[in-house]
Each structure stands twice: as C-alpha cells, then as structure tokens.
C-alpha cells in the first residue's frame, strides 16, 4: 500500500509540474498577445491623430518605418524583459520542483530499501541484508528499523564478508550486461596495470612533490601526524587537497570538470597520497594520470561498501591497510596484487609525546571507554566486564566518553543499555564524560582502557590508551576472527573473548598489584613497536622509491 | 529624563519585522551580540518579551513586532518603521536605511564605529572625494540627526577560547597546506578583492605555495579557476578556520571609510594578519601604525610575500593584533556600551 501512495504521489508531482508549465506557456503568450495589442491598437490611433492633423497618407507611410522601428524595439524589450522575469520564475520553480521530487524520490527510495531489506531478513539472505543496513545506516539515520533484524544483520555484517556479496552482484552485472560490472572493471584494471609498466613514474631526481588528498576537513585526522613529521623531510615538497570541494563544487564552473587549481596541484605532485578509499577517491583516482605514482590507504568503514572493489587497482602503486585483518578482508575477494598494486599493513601514525602524562592516583580499578555513543563500541560489553568485577570488588568504576547516541536503529540497543547503567550512575560506578578533543587528560584517570566492539580496524583510542600506560583489555572482535585476529595488533595485552575472562584476568592483576607492571610493560613495547619515526621511515620510503 | 536609577534600565528591542530571533542571517547575530552587550547594565525586551539567555530561543515566543503599553527607558530599533511613530521614546534607530523623514523623527541614531559618527556629523561637510562617491546608503545630503551614538562591535568570546589548535590544523590541511590566504564572507562587486587577486597570482608565478581560498556566498562575480571555493562552514567552527589561515584579505568599497567590520575584529582575536585597506574604519580598528594596510596591487604584493617569507614580521603581526585585542573584547564593548546609552539618554 505504501509503495503505491508514493507511486501515485510521484505520479502527481510529475502532473503538477506539468500543468504549471503549460500554464506559464499560456500565460505568456497570451501576455504578450495582449501587450502587442495594445502597441497596435496605440500605432493605429497615433494614425487617425496624424490623419486629423491633416498629413497625407504618403506623409504617414514615410514616418513608418521610424515607427515601426520604435514598435519593434518595444516589442523586443518588452519580450527581453518578460523573458527575464520568466527566467526567474522558471528558475524558483525548477528549485523548488526538485527540492519536492528529491524529497518524494527520497522517502521512495527509503521505503524501497526497507522493504528489499525485510524480504532479504525473511528469505534468509543475511548478506545482503547486512549491506543494505549500512546502506540504510548511512543515507537515513533516523530510519526505524525492527530491531531484531537489525541485530540479524548486523551480526552477519560483522562476522561475514559483504564484499562478497557486492561481488557476486558485480558478477551477476557482468552477465547481465549492467554496469558498473565484474568483468569491465577487471578489464580495465588488467589495462590499467599495464600501461602503468610502459609509463616511467619515477623521475631520477631526489625531490619528491607530495599530494596528500582527503575529503572534509575532519578526514584529514590520520594525516595530520603524518603531514607534520613529512613538512620537516627536506627531500619532500608537501601540498594538500580537499577532493569534497571538487566532487561537489559549490559553484559552476565553466569548461572543466575539475578547477584549475586542483590540476595544477596534481600536474605538480610526483606522487599523490589518497586517504580513506571510498567512492569519492576512486572518482579522483580516475582523474589522475597513469604517470602519477598513487598511494591509497583503506582504514576499515570502506569495507563495509562494495567502493574497494571499483577502484582502478591498476593505476595504484601501492595500498595501505591500517591493519592485517582488513588487508585479508580485502584480498579475499579482490588482490591488487594481481594488477601490480603493492600491498603493505602500516598503523597510523600518531604522537605518543602527547599521551605520556602521569596517571592520577587510584585508577587502577577503572576502565575506560572511548566513544560509547555507537552500538559498535558494544558498551554493554563494558557493563557486564563492570558488573562482574563489582562482584570481587566494589571500588571498581567505569569512565565512558563520547558523543550521545543518536543513530534511531539504535535506540532500541541504548535504551535497554541505559536502564541497565542507571542505577550504577546513581552509585557513581558508571561516568559518562561528555566528547573532549582532550583525550590525554581524560586518560590520565583510567587504569584500564577496553575495546569491547564488533568491528574496528586498529581502534586507535585503545592504541592511544596504551600510549598512555592504561592497561588493556581487548575483545577478540568478531570482525576480526576470521580473518587472522586482532592479536597482532595487541601482542603484548590481555586478548578475551567473554567478559568473565577479562574479569578475572583483571582481578587477578589488582590483587597481585601488577597493574601498573603490566601497563609499563605494554607502553614501552608499543613504542618499540609502532613509534613514529619507525612508522615514518617506511612510509617515506614508499614514498620516495 | 534621568538614566541614574538604581534599578537596571528596561530596554524595547526590535529589528524588522523579525518575530524572534532564531534566524542565522548577519544583521540577526549582531543584533544579537548588541543585546548580548545591552543587557551587562540593562534588561533587555526583545519586542516586549525579556530576553533570557540561558534559555532556547533567548525565551522568546514569536509574535508580531509591535510596541506594548508598558513604557521603557529606551527603544531601539532597527529598520522598524511602523514602530517609530507610536513610539513613545527615547528613540534610538540604527543609522541604515536612511529615510530623512524617520531621521526627524527619531530622538538618535546608532552607528558601530566612531569614524561613521565623524561622518554623519559633517556629511554635508565631506571631503570631495567621498562627494564623488555614490555612497549605497545617503544621498548627497541628510538630515543631521540628534544624537548618534556608538554601539561599538566587540569579539565573540569564543573567538579567544584558546583550544589545542587540531581542528584548525585540519581545516589547514584542507585549505592546502602552503602559504594559505582566505577570504571569508559574502564575495560580490562591492567587495571583490581585485587587486589582492592579481598580487597573488603574480606571487604564484615563483612560488605555487601560496593559495587563495574563498568561503562565503557569491554573488554576481566570476572566480578564477586557480582560486578554492570552500564550502561554508557553521558558525562555531569558524573560530578554527579564521585560525587555519596564514593570512586573511578583506575587501570593501568606500563605505570601508565608515562601516565596522566584524571580521577585522575576529581575526584581530585570532592573532592572524589581515591586509586591509586604510579606510577610516579600519584605522579605527588597526590603529594607524598597523603595517597590512595597502592601496594597490604592488602594495599588497610586497606585504603577502613579506607576510609569507619573514616568519619574524607574521609573528609581529600576530603580536600587534593580540595586544589590540582586549579593547574589542565584549567586557570592555560593554562598558564603552554603557557609557554611551547614559550619555544619550541624559540628554534627550
């Protein structure tokens, strides 16, 4: 019933629209008609006033052709000056039009996606239901799902692999004959990859011209240790770009598809540096000349969109996955390899000089936990490992930070989690610290820092904990257990698989008085193994070669 | 009428035919900082309704504008004609639109720099050269009004909010690193920056570091290609990409001569070099010994590749604009504020 209202609402803007244009149409003309009756109505009494005055008709004939000229000239202006107004109205009612056909098309597509997404729950095809909840998850928010085939979905989302099932999509394309397909984007890469043999990439000189490119502002996060430590490398010339603007540029601009500055900036760079590989990069990627070397780094949300299959794989010199269990991920459906793309796992930079700062007296019973506010950080998680350690002690507290959920498919996931956590508010055994960019400080009052989520790629607030000299305490996600775990992302922490465990690993560390051993211990080798100038110094080199 | 009470003032607010204050428009936000500084000694009646500012929309139930019975201390108003005539008073508009019926009318007229005061008060006086400009707002002459006073702009606290600088890092990184000049704000004839323009294209002839970043609405101009269009940005992450720019321009016709600016102020607060031409009201903001003025595009050539190459005279800069700082601060706006509406209504 539903699609057929909005069918029919469709239907009606469409009428609507097409009614008023031949209205306008009418109304012009009639308009106009009227005007030039007037003008010839005006000239035929100018001729009985000049009759009167007694010109001849000859005389008359002989002044026409200046007032007929000064007829013509009215007749245009007026028509130039109806033609303006016109524009404007045709222009307010285009936007209009279509901020009401968007809105229509919008609540369209929702209730499409939510009724293939409930077809796919009942058939019993979790994949893809799994990736239309992300797709639901990141077009509409606020979309009110029935939570128990949320949970459904995104118990396979996380466990499974959707790039599978955007594959076999792609594949079914390809016999199809749809586009985008499996069989032109392998093509095309395969080309891609070869041409990238014939062009000489690498100029024979020291000085590298560096382009790292992000999209908004906030997506330049990663980058930003790096571009500080890469700003003091004296054979590397960095400049930056902000593809958002370009994508979607706020103004027309004439005769290009990009602005002249951004071309300039990439006909400069030897080499470009993509960060985040989703649609918007693989768009700007293809705009790139083979002759630039390209270096792409995929972080872990990309994953869960079918975008780390369409991109030129041929034209990239080399990927970087944040961590090993996402680089499998990957490879299980496409292998860059297979196009001349190198592949290499490399963890953010970031700098540990910032989080090195005294812990205050007495955390060693609390637990921390970073950006509480999305389901995936699994929070319950946090308050069961609280309520089990309650039960040895009760000095035990956990300190949550984050933004307030706000996502609606969670809201059912939050309000049972909340009616849970008031009575440990009440007690003060659960804080919750409203979002700081300050998160140095906020680690100097936790002991322990948890990752209780389904899916991260390197959870860097647990790798910043860590840096603090928290010890931690990390859930073996489940997104990465298939894939060859987290473990080696921790080698040195406490990996566990349910909450008593990390109880009990936890208590026992107090009771022995360890805790602050084991967080030295974990905080020296992680600077060992992932400080920066080592970080940097392979980076650099990919950079450079 | 006499201004000592020993209870606050009550003052009649009103600006157009605005119901409430919830529009995001310019003139909306610094009306709102005017009665932001208004209500330091007085209390505040937006359209009869006090304003609360703790509460959501400053506690203000959208109404028609109209005046109520119960009399106040002062009315201020902005472009609200059909108030004035009822208006019991004392009156003060604000000094635009100009209209030399209401300007009879009306016991004073508000302005927000001292040099529009020096200008309403010899308008008819003025030098040749301000003659010969087709000023938007007066005619060639006015009607001189009663009283003007000054309701100074001042910097929104949180522009100097000091912060860890990261969100400015990443609007650096978006603006692209280098040497990065921004123009923010409305961009349209009156206030195109042609001459920094061509300065900076020419810098870039030898050094493609530099770059040139517009953030606000156009209107009715063309931009180059080699010049970034940024998407604007909300309010309160404009403290961040003020901060994320090595230099700022700002551009104006000859009303520069006597119309604040609010982004010279928020610069100022930042500690960023702004190039600005010498405009009386600008000299008013920067003081006369301020080294970013400049009239032509060689001048503004010289001082962006000084401003880019010596790191010692940026810092400088940054130095002269902090210390000018506090006395744009909203505490001291507010005193000068106070000074000013007793003077004036000591005298009608």
């Known amino acids: 019933m539903k699609h057929i209202a909005l069918f029919v609402r469709l239907v009606a803007t469409k009428i609507w629209l097409l009614q008023k244009r031949l209205f306008r149409v009418l109304w012009l003309g009639w308009y106009v008609a009227i005007k030039l009756f007037r003008k010839i109505g005006k000239g035929f009494r100018r001729f009985v006033e000049l009759r009167n005055q007694g010109l001849s008709f000859r005389k008359i004939i002989l002044l026409a052709p200046a007032s007929t000229k000064k007829l013509f000239s009215l007749a245009r202006n007026e028509f130039n000056r109806l033609k303006k107004q016109a524009k404007g109205h045709r222009l307010r009612d285009k936007k209009g039009a279509r901020n009401r056909v ?255 700062k005294p812990k205050k007296q007495g955390v060693e019973r609390t637990l921390g936990l970073v950006g509480y506010g999305s389901q995936n950080k699994r929070a319950d998680l946090a308050l069961d490992l609280l309520e089990h350690l309650l039960q040895f002690d009760n000095r035990w507290k956990l300190k949550l930070i984050g933004s307030p959920p706000t996502v609606s498919i969670e809201e059912d996931y939050f309000q049972k989690f909340f009616d849970r956590a008031a009575p440990h508010l009440e007690r003060e055994t659960m804080l919750i610290d409203p979002w700081s960019p300050d998160l140095p400080s906020w680690f100097q009052s936790v002991g322990i820092i948890l990752s209780c989520s389904d899916r991260e790629g390197t959870h860097e607030s647990c790798r910043e904990g860590i840096a603090s000299g928290c010890v931690a305490a990390i859930r073996r996600w489940p997104w990465a257990m298939d894939y060859g775990g987290n473990d080696s992302l921790f080698p040195d922490s406490f990996i566990w698989d349910t909450t008593a465990e990390a109880a009990e690993y936890l208590q026992d560390l107090v009771s022995r008085l360890a805790l602050p051993d084991q967080g030295r211990n974990e905080q020296e080798k992680f600077f060992q193994r992932e400080s920066p100038e080592k970080l940097m110094a392979e980076l650099v080199e990919m950079i450079t070669s | 009428m ?95 639109p100009y209209d ?133 940005q909300t309010l309160e992450m404009m403290p961040h990409v003020v901060s994320a720019f090595d230099c700022l321009i700002y551009d104006q016709d000859l009303t520069g001569d006597y119309l604040g600016s609010v982004k010279c102020l928020e610069a100022m607060a930042r500690g960023v070099p702004i190039l600005v031409r010498p405009y009386e009201a600008r000299i008013e903001q920067f003081g006369e010994d301020y080294p970013l003025y400049y009239q032509n595009e060689q001048e503004a050539e010289y001082l962006l590749v000084k401003l880019k190459d010596d790191r010692n005279f940026r810092s400088s800069i940054r130095e002269y604009l902090l210390e000018r700082r506090p006395y744009y601060s909203r505490e001291n706006a507010e005193l000068r504020l106070q000074v000013e509406v007793l003077e004036f209504l000591n005298i009608v």
Request: proline letters at 5%; hydrophobic letters at 40%; aromatic letters at 10%.
């Open chain 2, 100 to 232: 030399p019926d209401i300007w009879e009318m009306v016991d004073g007229v508000v302005v927000t720099t001292y040099a529009w005061k020096n200008l309403l008060d010899n308008y008819n006086e003025r030098s040749n050269k301000l003659k010969l400009y087709d000023d938007p707002w007066y005619p060639d002459s006015i009607f001189k009004p009663r009283h003007i006073t000054v309701f100074g702009q001042s910097i929104t606290p949180k522009f100097t909010v000091q912060d860890n600088g990261k969100i400015s890092k990443l609007y650096r990184a978006a603006f692209g690193e280098g040497f990065s000049v921004g123009y923010l704000g409305r961009i349209d004839p009156t206030c195109y920056p042609h001459q920094v323009i061509a300065a900076i294209k020419e810098i870039r002839k030898v050094d493609n570091r530099i770059s040139l970043t517009f953030m606000g609405h156009i209107r009715e101009v063309v931009i180059p290609g080699w010049i970034q269009i940024y998407a604007r």
């Open chain 1, 102 to 356: 968007e809105l229509v098309n919008r609540t369209y597509a929702f209730e499409h996606l939510k009724s293939e997404f409930n077809e796919a729950i009942a058939t019993g095809d979790t994949g893809l239901a799994s990736s239309l909840l992300v797709k639901i998850e990141a077009q509409y928010p606020q979309a009110d799902l029935n939570p128990q085939s949320v949970a459904i979905a995104r118990e396979r989302l996380v466990e499974g692999n959707v790039l599978n099932d955007h594959l076999r999509e792609l594949m079914q394309n390809s016999i199809s004959g749809l586009h985008p397909n499996w069989d032109e984007i392998v093509k095309r890469n395969i080309r891609s990859a070869k041409l990238k043999r014939i062009v000489k990439k690498n100029p024979r000189r020291k000085q590298r011209n560096l382009l790292m490119v992000s999209h908004k502002h906030n997506s330049f996060m990663f980058l930003l240790p790096i571009i500080e430590r890469l700003e003091m490398e004296s054979n590397i010339s960095l400049r930056t770009l902000d593809i958002s603007v370009l994508h979607n540029p706020p103004v027309e601009r004439e005769n290009s598809e990009i602005p002249s500055y951004a071309d300039e900036l990439i006909d400069w760079a030897d080499v470009i540096f993509v960060e985040w590989a989703h649609d918007i990069s693989s768009w700007f990627i293809d705009l790139v000349p083979s002759k630039k070397k390209i270096i792409l780094r995929l972080h872990s949300y990309e994953l869960l969109r079918p975008w780390p299959l369409l991109f030129n794989w041929g034209k990239i010199d080399h990927l970087i996955c944040v961590s090993d269990h996402n680089l499998n991920r990957l490879q299980e459906v496409v292998q860059p390899e297979k196009f001349n793309c190198q592949t290499r796992v490399l963890p953010n930079v970031f700098e540990f000089s910032d989080y090195k």
């Open chain 2, 2 to 96: 006499s201004a000592h009470k020993a209870e606050r003032l009550k003052i009649f607010t009103a600006l157009g035919e605005q119901k409430d204050l919830s529009a995001s428009r310019g003139d909306v936000l610094n009306e709102i900082e005017t009665y932001r500084k208004l209500s330091s000694f007085a209390d505040v009646y937006y359209n009869g309704q006090l304003l609360q500012w703790e509460e959501q929309g400053f506690g203000i139930v959208p109404q028609e504008v109209e005046l109520p019975d119960e009399a106040f201390d002062l009315y201020y108003c902005r472009n609200a004609p059909k108030l004035y005539q009822e208006c019991k008073g004392p009156l003060l508009i604000m000094a635009y």
